[in-house]
């Protein structure tokens, strides 16, 4: 799987799991609801991180770069774009889970 399909998906999970967090706290869904989102998250960034380690076969090399500073201009936005839905994220679980115990 290709490092972009990769942030593509972790920014539409991470978007959805905001959006379901919000859900929750708006009361929408039932709070306890807010878990699911955790379990979405947790299953596919093991999914994305254990699966090319067990099945070598499905590594791919290019797209592979690991410092900031050799992202391209729209990777960089990308990648500022996912951090902060993951502390949107992080806030609104611990929000509910505030508010659910």
Do not use: H, Q
């Not at 994305?48 to 900031?68: C, I, K, W």
């Amino acid at each position: 799987m290709n490092i972009n399909t990769k942030r593509s998906i972790m920014l539409s999970l991470l978007s959805v799991a905001v959006i379901w967090n919000g859900l929750c706290l708006l009361g929408v869904l039932p709070l306890l609801y807010f878990r699911l989102s955790v379990f979405l998250l947790a299953g596919c960034s093991a999914v994305m991180v254990f699966v090319p380690l067990l099945f070598p076969a499905f590594r791919t090399a290019d797209g592979t770069s690991s410092a900031y500073s050799e992202l391209t201009p729209k990777e960089k936005r990308l990648s500022l774009v996912t951090i902060a839905l993951a502390a949107a994220w992080i806030a609104t679980l611990a929000v509910c889970v505030a508010y659910s115990g």
